[in-house]
């Protein structure tokens, strides 16, 4: 069975300056997607990022990134410019290709300091 | 339509009680999602539509548990005689497919159930 492990229950960051959140995930599928979820305090589940396992360019929206590592199968967030709105728990979500489940990891809890 | 929404928001039971949820996906989704989370956990897949038809069940689906999607689309979800060990977030998710498979699915609010 697929596993995806966030290794840091929680991380924080000054407001403006960058972070990094760690993802592995274990499978010996070849076609899958990872994601990055953002769920803030008391309201729903947002996707951050998306990843096709299949592309080797590293995917990127506005001040999010991913460090996309095939082979060692890590998939990093890499926040830049932090803002205070970025405080939230964050997901790491694994989707296997012909299947509709998202598989997420425990989530790393990012508190942003003004 | 503003997003994928649930109801009831919170729901207090006591054990042996049975327990309904309801949810109401983003208007032109076909794909309906059912996850659990647990404090401190990652929301955990239970079931999923596409339409009506409920085409994936996870094995934390008890016999307890059933889950319905009558017209394509709204869905409930039902607990019978719920036990403490339910208490959990109930998560809602929507998607649409084009062809085979849906990139993104937007989550709601969520339903959270203590079971006394």
């Known amino acids: 069975a697929q596993t995806v492990t966030q290794s840091q229950p929680e991380m924080s960051v000054q407001e403006a300056e960058t972070v990094t959140l760690s993802c592995t995930y274990d499978?010996?599928?070849?076609?899958?997607?990872l994601f990055w979820y953002k769920q803030p305090p008391s309201r729903q589940m947002i996707l951050v990022i998306r990843?096709?396992?299949?592309?080797?360019q590293n995917a990127t929206e506005n001040r999010f990134s991913v460090n996309f590592q095939k082979a060692a199968k890590s998939f990093s967030l890499k926040i830049s410019d932090s803002q205070l709105g970025d405080a939230a728990m964050y997901f790491c979500?694994?989707?296997?290709?012909?299947?509709?489940?998202?598989?997420f990891g425990k989530g790393t809890k990012l508190t942003v300091n003004p | 339509d503003t997003g994928v929404s649930q109801d009831p928001r919170h729901k207090i039971t006591k054990r042996g009680q049975n327990v309904t949820f309801r949810c109401d996906p983003i208007?032109?989704?076909?794909?309906l999602y059912w996850y659990r989370q647990t404090l401190g956990q990652g929301p955990e897949f239970l079931t999923y539509?596409?339409?009506?038809?409920?085409?994936?069940k996870s094995r934390l689906l008890s016999d307890r548990f059933s889950a319905e999607r009558p017209k394509g689309s709204f869905s409930t979800l039902e607990i019978q005689r719920t036990e403490q060990g339910d208490s959990a977030m109930y998560l809602c998710?929507?998607?649409?497919?084009?062809?085979?498979?849906?990139?993104?699915?937007?989550f709601g609010p969520g339903t959270r159930l203590t079971v006394t």
């Open positions: 998710a929507s998607s649409l497919a084009l062809g085979q498979r849906s990139y993104e699915q937007y």
């Open positions: 990843q096709e396992a299949y592309k080797q």
């Open positions: 208007s032109e989704h076909n794909r």
């Open positions: 979500a694994y989707n296997q290709g012909g299947s509709e489940k998202l598989v």
């Open positions: 499978t010996s599928e070849s076609d899958y997607y």
């Open positions: 539509f596409q339409n009506e038809a409920q085409l994936e």
